[in-house]
């Protein structure tokens, strides 16, 4: 038999009662969330959270079965939301510390570790990059570092994400952090999988570029016959970094293997960048 258990922190106070805790963890999206749902009152009493805790507040989440807790997500409180009767503390993780504005900046023939390691200077993050993308020019003004890295993962498709003090940007999946074991018949509630074969699954991948003089740079990858998608950037004509960025794109679209989700439970540990058996 098990019994959830679970500990909140939120600057210098532990929660005692939750409605619910959202954590969402991936290597796709640029930084870790939680939201903690509390309820508006207790005891017909209004709870007053405004006083208590305060944004930037470091947040600790742990949750388990039994009174075995390991810790499913660290950060900061970014908001506070009151609506739909219930209150809702909605928090990040430590790229929370990025929303700070950056000096303006022009950088010329950039690849995009020399944009990462201008914005990281003095955050007290380092960086592990083994992903390469060339812009002709990149221009920084009356941005945040958040800002600059988000857009930098929505240009380049690279995943970008931390790992304690360490910011990493590499190839869509690719690294692989941990392993986890699902069985159909044990630990897994729910399901909504596909399996197929890459031959199966005919694509390609055209990304066009603009250069200085504004005419278009295109490299295509892939097989026709199936479906097809374009990406269109400004301010990159490398054609290096164009064919790169159809070939990563193309991988993550075209491969044998289960495509879709599943839902478990806390038992096996998993987490993002993990490689999941099935």
């Known amino acids: 038999m098990f019994d959830i258990s679970w500990s909140v922190k939120i600057g210098q106070y532990r929660l005692t009662m939750i409605d619910s805790v959202e954590i969402i963890r991936s290597v796709e999206k640029l930084s870790d969330t939680a939201v903690v749902t509390l309820p508006a009152s207790c005891f017909n009493k209004a709870l007053e959270v405004e006083s208590k805790i305060k944004r930037s507040d470091k947040v600790t989440i742990e949750?388990?079965?039994?009174?075995?807790?390991?810790?499913?997500?660290?950060?900061?409180?970014?908001?506070?939301?009151?609506?739909?009767?219930?209150?809702?503390?909605?928090?990040?993780?430590?790229?929370?510390?990025?929303?700070?504005?950056?000096?303006?900046?022009?950088?010329?023939?950039?690849?995009?570790?020399?944009?990462?390691?201008?914005?990281?200077?003095g955050t007290g993050f380092s960086l592990k990059c083994d992903y390469s993308f060339k812009y002709d020019k990149y221009i920084i003004k009356g941005e945040t570092a958040y800002q600059v890295l988000k857009k930098i993962q929505e240009e380049t498709k690279a995943n970008i994400y931390l790992k304690g003090n360490e910011l990493h940007v590499h190839p869509q999946y690719t690294q692989v952090f941990g392993e986890a074991v699902y069985s159909f018949q044990d630990n897994i509630e729910s399901s909504d999988l596909e399996y197929k074969n890459a031959d199966d699954r005919l694509f390609e991948v055209t990304v066009e570029g603009k250069g200085k003089d504004g005419k278009v740079v295109r490299e295509t990858v892939g097989q026709k016959g199936g479906d097809s998608v374009t990406i269109k950037i400004d301010g990159v004509s490398d054609k290096a970094t164009l064919r790169n960025l159809a070939t990563e794109q193309l991988k993550v679209k075209s491969y044998t293997g289960y495509s879709g989700?599943?839902?478990?439970?806390?038992?096996?540990?998993?987490?993002?960048?993990?490689?999941?058996f099935l």
């Open 63 to 121: 949750l388990g079965y039994n009174n075995n807790l390991v810790s499913e997500f660290e950060g900061y409180l970014d908001r506070i939301a009151t609506d739909d009767g219930s209150i809702r503390l909605h928090c990040e993780d430590a790229l929370f510390l990025l929303k700070k504005q950056v000096a303006d900046k022009q950088l010329v023939n950039p690849d995009i570790t020399d944009i990462l390691q201008y914005i990281l200077t």
């Open 261 to 276: 989700s599943f839902t478990g439970w806390l038992i096996p540990y998993c987490d993002a960048g993990y490689k999941i």
